[in-house]
């Protein structure tokens, strides 16, 4: 219907009126990874502090010391996570996968990983909603893309050969090297999926999707896609990929 001079729309609906800060308390929180050796905890609750502690000992080792970050809890690790290379590449993703299993177990599914910083060499922060109920059983892997032209696979070796499968079908050019890479096991493929062009840029994605597909297949489900990397190149470090086990408490 036209509106004639004089005339108003409908008032829109009204909004509650609790501040920002009280709605969104302990409903939505966040973790930030900052600078080289950061992790930071905003708006969690203060039983996360002791159990995300020692899932970076665990994962990751000592922590050099901790701080309140204008209201965030602060961990400062020792070395640089964020800015791994060989072995460390390695333990700074399996700190990553113990960050977001230790959240599913306290009843935190994530919500999405963002990058909301234009600052050089920013990472993702990972936005957490609370879970019906805790996972204390969550079960997740991280399969990382390396380089130009390598995949793998962390804390989940029975996982590789249905990544190989998905190598076979996807990328022609077949698999040049398979070996234990820190702890991990690594493909180094021929050619570079994640430096291509032309066709080879589109078998690369048709290869993320078969991997996607055939880890599903056993039951585990893409759960994050994380940048935790300053790279070390602007522009050229690849997200990690999370996978968990689909369950009641996740689907």
């Keep these: 219907m036209s509106m004639t001079k004089g005339s108003f729309a409908a008032a829109p609906p009204a909004y509650s009126t609790i501040p920002p800060a009280a709605q969104m308390q302990f409903s939505v929180c966040c973790i930030s990874l900052n600078m080289s050796d950061r992790i930071r905890l905003l708006g969690c609750p203060a039983q996360i502090v002791a159990p995300i502690r020692e899932a970076i000992k665990s994962a990751w080792g000592q922590i050099q010391s901790e701080s309140s970050y204008c209201g965030a809890h602060e961990f400062k690790l020792l070395g640089n996570p964020w800015y791994g290379q060989s072995q460390d ?3 700074a993703r399996r700190l990553l996968t113990a960050l977001l299993r230790t959240m599913a177990q306290c009843g935190w599914n994530l919500l999405q990983a963002s990058d909301v910083s234009k600052k050089p060499h920013d990472k993702d922060t990972m936005f957490f909603e609370s879970a019906v109920a805790p996972d ?4 997740l892997f991280a ?10 696979v962390i804390d989940a070796p029975a996982f590789m050969p249905f990544v190989k499968t998905a190598v076979q079908a996807q990328w022609k050019y077949g698999i040049q090297e398979e070996r234990d890479y820190y702890g991990s096991k690594e493909l180094k493929l021929r050619g570079n999926p994640w430096f291509a062009n032309g066709d080879e840029a589109v ?26 990397s300053v790279g070390t190149d602007k522009g050229h ?15």
């Design 237 to 251: 470090d690849l997200e990690t990929w999370v996978f968990r086990r689909v369950g009641p408490s996740w689907q």
């Design 143 to 152: 399969v990382s893309f390396n380089m130009s032209d390598r995949i793998r």
């Design 89 to 91: 590449a390695v333990y």
């Design 203 to 228: 078998l690369a994605r048709m290869l993320c999707a078969q991997i996607c597909a055939n880890i599903r297949a056993q039951g585990f489900k893409l759960y994050a896609s994380v940048d935790i």
């Design 136 to 139: 204390p059983d969550a079960q």
